[in-house]
């Protein structure tokens, strides 16, 4: 059965304190890997689509990878504003769409 | 580029009455829409897929009857809550794909209390 699993469920990070966001999926053939910001009380936002093992995406502080099995979210030097629920989502060959259950980031001053 | 907005983001209703949710792509043509439905805490719960001018197709479990949606046209998807509970009280989110890209663009949600 497909399956995403996302860890840790919650990280609480000082200011400045880099870590990685842990998202492990078994589908059958990756069309793509996405993941998502959702703030309380809002809709997800996208941040990043990755399409095969090797690739890596970034946006400021935010760094995405790709293995044939997982993918990382890093985050370097995170910032209070950073706090966030990050969602892991892939799709499958057949254009299911599974979501993970996501981490809660909290960044601490 | 690529924003979903939704219509109204909050609404309370009394119990036995319907409601409806707008969906739109507003810089897009969105030819599938996605409807789920968030509790608190929880990750989103896929609800419907719809594709536009077709019938949409139900996770199990889901009523389509109590749950009707209509997407409409390559803008536009509508989730109506028919005869509302209090246990369908909830956060509603839409999202919206085009056939070039893959990832989903959601809205910015609806929270629905039903008294």
């Known amino acids: 059965e497909d399956q995403v699993t996302q860890s840790p469920e919650a990280l609480r990070l000082q200011e400045g304190e880099s870590s990685s966001l842990n998202c492990s999926y078994t589908?059958?053939?990756?069309?793509?890997l996405f993941w998502y910001r959702q703030d309380p009380g809002k809709g997800p936002e996208f941040l990043f689509t990755?399409?095969?093992a090797g690739e890596e995406k970034e946006k400021e502080r935010l760094k995405a990878t790709l293995t044939k099995k997982e993918s990382f979210l890093h985050i370097t030097a995170p910032k209070p504003e950073d706090s966030a629920t990050y969602l892991c989502?892939?799709?499958?060959?057949?254009?299911?769409?599974?979501f993970g259950t996501g981490t809660s980031l909290t960044v601490i001053p | 580029g690529a924003v979903v907005s939704q219509h109204p983001s909050w609404v309370i209703c009394k119990s036995g009455t319907s409601v409806k949710i707008e969906c739109r792509s507003l810089?897009?043509?969105?030819?599938?829409m996605f409807w789920y439905r968030q509790f608190p805490k929880q990750s989103l719960m896929l609800m419907a897929t719809?594709?536009?001018?077709?019938?949409?197709?139900?996770e199990q479990g889901v009523e389509k009857d109590k749950f009707l949606i209509n997407h409409a046209s390559l803008t536009l998807s509508t989730l109506t809550v028919t005869s509302a509970h209090p246990e369908d009280s909830s956060f509603y989110i839409c999202?919206?794909?085009?056939?070039?890209?893959?990832?989903?663009?959601f809205g910015p949600g609806t929270r629905l209390t039903v008294t």
């Open positions: 990755l399409y095969s």
């Open positions: 999202s919206a794909a085009s056939g070039r890209r893959y990832e989903q663009y």
């Open positions: 589908v059958s053939g990756l069309r793509g």
């Open positions: 989502a892939v799709q499958d060959s057949g254009n299911q769409f599974y």
């Open positions: 810089d897009f043509q969105a030819t599938t």
């Open positions: 719809s594709n536009e001018g077709s019938k949409a197709t139900y």
